[in-house]
């Protein structure tokens, strides 16, 4: 138990920002401690477009640092989680009357030379008359680009970081909410509340506030500081739909106002297409996709697509608030996504260090730069380590993951392949301590609709923090896209006795 306990580093939100900087700190030496309010990923980070990328418009908006450091970071992040991250081609076809075929393949050469890549491929020019990605098209649309990124399951990303952090000595807490800090004799004095009522108190050296759309409401609100505003909330929606092409490429479709939107292969029998940029002002916790960003998103993939994007096509929604450092953009989409630390206070006093903005694709980086500044105020203790360490589950080279579902396959030649796939996909090498030495499908039941069993759910409540079928079905798994409200029902029975 962590209660009287003095930590060097207390962090308040776990989202990506908060569980990388954890993993970071602890994997340097230091004692921490993280406190989630809700469940890890419930926020931002489990509602992105799930990309891993250098974020080709941001180079219109002159953001070159962050570009630069994005697309470095692709293969770093694909080597060390090959499981939950993996290379994706987008195409980008050429719309008559928006940017000019010279300006979008200049934009790409540039993403090429900036990339520092050695695996992903590099752009290629398509006759989307003849190539396979046009055959979903409507036929005017003739040329196209195809570039590479990469793909990551963002909640799992999150719960990889956490669970990392915890194996070399980090203390997590979930659904514990931090209701006060107060400076106490050049420390900091914290309280907080786990869900049945518990209250706790520690005590850190220093506070990172990594709590994302919160940010601001634990300055102003727990850490009792008039700080002022320095979010801007942005609310991006996406939807999801029954699949809509059959090749595994994706598409990034420009828009007449100037947007871009994604359409993407989404758990091998969905599309997933997104994202909306628009200003948000309510509670971060109510959000959720409105009649109008729907109609957006049909629309804006209808004018690409041959067969119309209708809503009787949408299987599943989401929206997430990003919390942007406010630098005073005029228009929400060019508003910077680059991330922004500010210290407060010192070693003498107790200092805090307040994380605005960021990325799933630069979290590590985010996280280093944070590092930097702890050790600044706490004295350095061991050197950066994340950028070739291995995440929990991703012992295997980028390349290897096809072979290493084979493996699991030739192992258990009871599993079905596309759970030996979702598995693999999902836990990597640690799929086997799911299975352990079950024989049959029999031995992992009770059975929750679709693949999901007893033993997989165990091992989610015992070792990555899942308490409730909402964890378990949406942000550990997305197997909620294929389960019924008896086995939902089924589930929670189950949760609830098993806690």
């Not at 010279?102 to 050695?118: E, Q, S």
């Not at 727990?222 to 700080?227: A, L, T």
């Amino acid at each position: 138990m962590a209660a009287g306990k003095t930590f060097d580093i207390f962090v308040i939100g776990g989202g990506i920002n908060g569980t990388s900087v954890a993993r970071d700190a602890v994997g340097r030496g230091y004692s921490v401690m993280l406190a989630e309010m809700n469940d890890l990923a419930s926020g931002t980070s489990s509602a992105a477009t799930k990309l891993v990328h250098g974020g080709l418009r941001y180079l219109e908006h002159y953001e070159f640092r962050l570009v630069h450091e994005a697309l470095a970071e692709r293969e770093v992040l694909w080597a060390n989680a090959p499981h939950i991250i993996r290379p994706l081609r987008f195409v980008l076809p050429h719309h008559k009357g928006l940017r000019p075929a010279l300006v979008l393949r200049a934009g790409l050469a540039m993403y090429d030379y900036m990339g520092g890549r050695r695996l992903l491929p590099p752009t290629k020019t398509l006759d989307l008359r003849t190539d396979v990605t046009g055959k979903p098209l409507k036929g005017d649309y003739r040329t196209g680009f195809e570039y590479s990124d990469c793909w990551v399951d963002d909640a799992r990303f999150v719960v990889m970081n956490a669970r990392d952090a915890a194996d070399r000595g980090a203390e997590v807490r979930v659904r514990t909410k931090v209701t006060s800090v107060r400076r106490d004799g050049g420390q900091w004095a914290i309280e907080m509340r786990d869900e049945a009522g518990v209250v706790t108190k520690v005590r850190a050296s220093l506070i990172v506030n990594a709590a994302g759309p919160w940010v601001d409401g634990v300055i102003n609100g727990v850490m009792g500081k008039n700080g002022g505003h320095n979010v801007r909330l942005v609310k991006g929606s996406h939807i999801v739909v029954n699949k809509l092409y059959d090749h595994d490429r994706c598409y990034i479709f420009q828009n007449a106002d100037g947007r871009i939107i994604f359409a993407i292969p989404y758990e091998q029998d969905y599309t997933l297409i997104g994202t909306t940029d628009l200003d948000y002002k309510d509670d971060p916790k109510d959000v959720k996709i409105s009649e109008d960003e729907i109609d957006y998103l049909c629309a804006a993939a209808s004018e690409y697509f041959t067969k119309p994007v209708t809503r009787a096509e949408i299987v599943w929604t989401y929206s997430g608030v990003r919390p942007l450092f406010d630098d005073g953009a005029s228009a929400a989409q060019e508003a910077t996504r680059d991330y922004v630390l500010k210290v407060d206070g010192s070693m003498a006093e107790g200092a805090a260090i307040n994380v605005f903005g960021g990325k799933l694709t630069t979290s590590r980086r985010l996280a280093e730069s944070v590092l930097e500044k702890i050790e600044e105020v706490l004295g350095k203790k061991g050197p950066a380590w994340t950028k070739v360490a291995k995440f929990p589950g991703g012992d295997f080279g980028p390349l290897a993951f096809d072979a290493e579902v084979r493996r699991l396959v030739k192992d258990y030649a009871w599993l079905p392949p596309k759970l030996a796939y979702r598995l693999t996909r999902l836990y990597g090498t640690r799929a086997r301590v799911i299975l352990g030495n079950a024989g049959s499908l029999e031995e992992l039941e009770p059975h929750f609709g679709a693949d999901l069993y007893g033993r997989e759910v165990d091992h989610l409540v015992a070792n990555e923090w899942a308490r409730t079928a909402q964890d378990v079905l949406w942000r550990r798994t997305k197997v909620g896209l294929r389960v019924g409200p008896e086995d939902v029902a089924r589930l929670e029975g189950y949760l609830a006795s098993a806690t």
